[in-house]
Every structure is written in C-alpha cells, then in structure tokens.
C-alpha cells in the first residue's frame, strides 16, 4: 500500500520560508519521479515543483521558479521543497505526487498560509 505524508507547512509571514517534506512508504521510491501540487481555495489543483527518479534533474512552474527548490534523499525514501520568498499567493494545500505507470499517488496535503 502506497502512503504519502506530506509535513512542514505552517503559517509564515510574507517574505519568509518554510521547507515541506513528503516521506513515501509501499513503493520503490528510487524509481519515480515526484512531485508537489498545490491547491488554494476556489481554484483547482496546479503544478508546483518536479523531480526525476535520480534527482539529477528538476522543473518548475513559473510562478515559483527561481524562489522554491525540490530535492530528493532516495536513501530515506523523502522529498522536499524549499520554499524562499514567500509571498500570500503561495498560500495554498500542497500535496506530494508519485507518478507510477498508470496511476498517481497523493498524500493528504500539508497547509501553507502566508499573512502579508
């Protein structure tokens, strides 16, 4: 059984960071991609940050390009993002994504809020 746990999130002031983690049990984690989504109220789920299976390479949306990081520790089956420069936009429910042939895996979301 794939679990997903996403944790980190928190309340932040605007301009602050915080750093999310997503631990992955029931898969062989080392072999998929990952990913972060995020979704604020009213509005659907959107693309945020994703890694390869080797970490060896990343892409993000652009609105957090340049401010958030994704990495990889496949030796503690855990990814992270790095968020830096906060801004209230940012604010949102992020959920950690395993994309496995034919099916996606999600955790239970962890909440960020910003204050400006």
């Known amino acids: 059984q794939v679990q997903l746990v996403e944790s980190g999130g928190g309340l932040v002031q605007a301009g602050g960071s915080l750093r999310l983690s997503c631990a992955a049990s029931g898969l062989t984690f080392s072999r998929y991609d990952m990913a972060w989504f995020r979704q604020a109220p009213g509005k659907e789920r959107e693309f945020v940050a994703r890694?390869?299976?080797?970490?060896?390479?990343?892409y993000y949306a652009d609105s957090v390009k340049g401010r958030f990081t994704m990495s990889r520790d496949n030796a503690k089956n855990t990814v992270y993002l790095q968020m830096n420069s906060l801004k209230p936009e940012d604010a949102a429910v992020y959920y950690c994504?395993?994309?496995?042939?034919?099916?996606?895996?999600w955790g239970q979301g962890t909440q960020v809020t910003v204050s400006s």
């Open positions: 994504n395993a994309r496995v042939p034919g099916y996606d895996y």
């Open positions: 890694i390869w299976w080797s970490g060896g390479s990343t």
